[in-house]
Structures are given as structure tokens and as C-alpha cells.
T-cell receptor, first 112, second 114 residues
Framework: RKEVEQDPGPFNVPEGATVAFNCTYS??????FFWYRQDCRKEPKLLMS???SGNEDGRFTAQLNRASQYISLLIRDSKLSDSATYLC?????????????FGSGTQLTVLP | GAGVSQTPSNKVTEKGKYVELRCDPI?????LYWYRQSLGQGPEFLIYFQGTGAADDSGLPNDRFFAVRPEGSVSTLKIQRTERGDSAVYLC????????????FGNGTRLTVT
């Protein structure tokens, strides 16, 4: 089983739609959680951190359920510019090890 | 300010050859990571440096892969006896704080082994 699993999609949604992505992780010792965004043939960039209480940044809402080892990202009022691959990231710190493990990504296309 | 710089941006090499990929992190970032990414996959962890030392090299796939960071800034990923399966985009990232989730990635080196 992969450490971080995501639905690969693709998700094709019309402009203005609300879309949600899910991510599950297998290591209960995971400590921090993030969503990254990667445009086609570009490098990943941090979108937002995910906090235990849930957090919002404009049209984006992230939630964490530690008991179920589950992370979600909700995008409201989708824009064409939201089209990208969204990567779920889980971190584990153990001694000198600092691993950030990426999921395979969920591809989103927002259609006009 | 300058971001993470990786050179070359593209590298085509023949099977069996040796390659070096270079990463110049953001100035002052002590943590440096190497990842590789194949088409349709997320970045796969290779190695993490804190300063000059490789604090976690558990992601290196085999002993053909080696990385150094002798002065705690620039890092070089070295691949010996390249194989076609090594073809991927090799991404370098740095962060100000070890273990922080805010990684700043370079544009990557696209390695093609023919």
C-alpha cells in the first residue's frame, strides 16, 4: 500500500463549480500535512498547510481527520486558472530523517 | 530574489554513462532535498541534507545513486551506470527550516537515458 494515496482523476468541472479532493495516508506517525499545486511541466508549489481544526484560504478549504488518516481539499467557485495537479503531502520527522511524502496527485481541469 | 536553480535543465545520456545533476538552493536554506518524478506520478523522495550531511538517504534506489553537499549550499546528485529506468525529472528543493513543509522547488532536470 502506498504511504499517501489520492484519486488520480481527472476531474473535469465547469467554471464556478465546487470540487473536492481526498487523500489518505498510511503512517499514523505522520505529523504535518500540506497541499501542493503543480502546473503542467512545472515544479510543485505550496498551496496551503492543513491544520487539525481545518483551515481556509480564500476559495480553498483544507481539512484533516487524524482518526481516519484522511485529508481533503475543497475548491469553491472554480476558475480556469485552478486547472493543475493537486498533490497531497505528508511529513514525518524521526531523528535526523525529514521526509515529505507526496501522493501521485489529482488532476483538475476547469472548463469554460 | 533568486529561487532554487538546477542545471542542466535537460540531459540526454546513453545507457551506462555517468551523469551529474546540480542544485543551487536559496541562499540561507540549510535543508535540501532531492526528489525524482516520473510521468503521472508525484515526486519520490531520494535524499535529504541538513547542512553538509546527508541526514536521510533512505530514498536512494540503489548504490548507483549518490549525492553530496560539501559546503552546505550547492548539491550534486550523481548517477553511475545510468539505466533507461532512471529517466525522469529530478527535482531539488530547499527549505529554511528542517522538516518544514514549505519546500521551494527548482525547475528540475529532465534526464533521458537512451
Amino acid at each position: 500500500r502506498k504511504e499517501v494515496e489520492q484519486d488520480p482523476g481527472p476531474f473535469n468541472v465547469p467554471e464556478g463549480a465546487t470540487v473536492a479532493f481526498n487523500c489518505t495516508y498510511s503512517n499514523s506517525a505522520s505529523q504535518s500535512f500540506f497541499w501542493y499545486r503543480q502546473d503542467c511541466r512545472k515544479e510543485p508549489k505550496l498551496l496551503m498547510s492543513v491544520y487539525s481544526s481545518g483551515n481556509e484560504d480564500g476559495r480553498f478549504t483544507a481539512q484533516l481527520n487524524r482518526a481516519s488518516q484522511y485529508i481533503s481539499l475543497l475548491i469553491r467557485d472554480s476558475k480556469l486558472s485552478d486547472s493543475a495537479t493537486y498533490l497531497c503531502v505528508v511529513t514525518k520527522v524521526s531523528g535526523s530523517a525529514r521526509q515529505l511524502t507526496f501522493g501521485s496527485g489529482t488532476q483538475l481541469t476547469v472548463l469554460p | 530574489g533568486a529561487g532554487v536553480s538546477q542545471t542542466p535543465s535537460n540531459k540526454v545520456t546513453e545507457k551506462g554513462k555517468y551523469v551529474e545533476l546540480r542544485c543551487d538552493p536559496i541562499s540561507g536554506h540549510t535543508a535540501l532535498y532531492w526528489y525524482r518524478q516520473s510521468l503521472g506520478q508525484g515526486p519520490e523522495f531520494l535524499i535529504y541534507f541538513q547542512g553538509t550531511g546527508a541526514a536521510d538517504d533512505s530514498g536512494l534506489p540503489n548504490d548507483r545513486f549518490f549525492a553530496v553537499r560539501p559546503e552546505g549550499s550547492v548539491s550534486t546528485l550523481k548517477i553511475q551506470r545510468t539505466e533507461r529506468g532512471d529517466s525522469a525529472v529530478y527535482l531539488c528543493a530547499s527549505s529554511l527550516t528542517p522538516g518544514a513543509g514549505t519546500l521551494h522547488f527548482g525547475n528540475g532536470t529532465r534526464l533521458t537515458v537512451t
